[in-house]
């Protein structure tokens, strides 16, 4: 199906919903936009780089159901890929046009924006060519109230070598300032010369042979005086760094061991987001991490002897030869208090298990569409942690082919909320949406 033939859904009582998310100040927003002209008091027009009128419009709704965006330019044709959120902040949204239709992998083939729905207000990026930008290592940074922004992009990953011996490891930081004259970005060259990873967190050979130290899977602003960005590798752990400093460094946290269950995911699995997440809790000044957890009760074939810890599974290059049928599952969340200090600041805050989670009344009936399956036969993916609550939304398909957002609250163990996804983007699923503030102090 052509991107732009994608109808944008109805919000059911789109004004009470926008009211309760600007409310709370916390959406889901669905990273990919509709191509639609459907204006409202969010609304702001600009130009692309080749001259083209573009319009960008926000409609809000209220978790689990999702927040989007439409664009509309008419000159622009949308069939391939359509535009794409890329980080938000505050109340400011980074995202980035394709501007080539027979082409996507240069940075000329697509046009960034910093968007303000509150202020209604569209501004095009200077182009970072030749500099391609990964989206997933790109933060929003917005200052002194959306007076002025910054983007920082984490680009680059080059190992250091002396004679046979790797001394270190370079990245490249790509900065733009809007306050700065002449508007262009600026590029900064990072080191990592301690490989704490590696100590607390190996990899098995069969990874280490073509895995880099640092693969980001997703941004996230810290913000602050300096600007702080943590660049997050959801196997192995978090980049923090201070930006907006002169001379910024890179500090290592690495995440917590990977639960016993997922190991073999470090093998077999190319995607850690369909286990794991990051975000940050700006009400309680602390990161969140949060792992899924699959029970296996059957195994098909024998196993070796189980090693006794991580380490020690990687050590003696253990490898699974067992198919398993999962079973059920349990969320473990972790937190870490802002300004982080090492590895050692994580600390368990809860574990839910989908035995234990109750459905809230109001949701039999729904749950009774869904095939009359129990929340435990359900299979489930992708966890996302809500910034300010103790809400983990998880996505699921059904045998008939339904997929469903559950709003699990894990410490209460209570399914709070549902919502059906639009069909007409499940090739997105790994990375249809996130948590944000952006309707906070509308």
Partial sequence: MAVSSWVPPSLPESSAGAGAAAASGLVLLDRWCYIADLPNNTTAESTTNRGLPIKVTFRAACPPLLSHFCVHCPGLDFRRIGPKI??????????????????????????????????????????????CLNDSATALISRQGGVWYAVAALGGCKPIFSGHALTRWDFDLHLYRSSSSPKRWRSKRLSLNEFVR?????????????????????????????????????????????????????????????????????????????????????????????????RSPQELTATTTPAESYTDWVRNNYSRKSQVTPHGWKSTIWNMAIPVGSSEGWHRDCVVDVEDVSLEPCLSDVMAMLSSKTLQELPVGYPILSMDDDVVYLFSQTMDKLRVIFAIDVRKATLRGLAELDVQKLLFLSNLCFTSEICRGT
Avoid: M
């Avoid at 902040?89 to 509150?118: E, H, I, K, M, Q």
């Avoid at 996230?220 to 300096?226: A, E, K, N």
């Fill in 198 to 294: 590696d100590n607390l967190i190996p990899l098995p050979v069969a990874v280490n042979r073509h895995k880099l130290y640092h693969v980001t899977g997703k941004t996230i602003t810290i913000g602050g005086d300096h600007g702080t960005v943590a660049w997050v590798d959801l196997w192995r752990g978090i980049f923090f760094c201070d930006v907006l400093k002169k001379r910024p460094l890179i500090q290592d946290v690495p995440l917590p061991v990977p639960a016993r269950a997922n190991w073999d995911h470090l093998l077999i699995n190319p995607e850690p987001s369909f286990l794991r997440d990051v975000t940050i809790s700006r009400n309680k000044g602390s990161i969140k991490y949060v792992e899924l957890e699959f």
């Fill in 86 to 131: 890329v980080a938000t902040d505050a109340d400011l949204v980074l995202l980035c046009v394709p501007v080539n239709p027979n082409s996507t992998t240069g940075a000329s083939d697509w046009d960034y924006f910093v968007y303000s729905p509150r202020a209604q207000w569209l501004d095009l990026l200077p182009s970072p060519d030749p500099r």
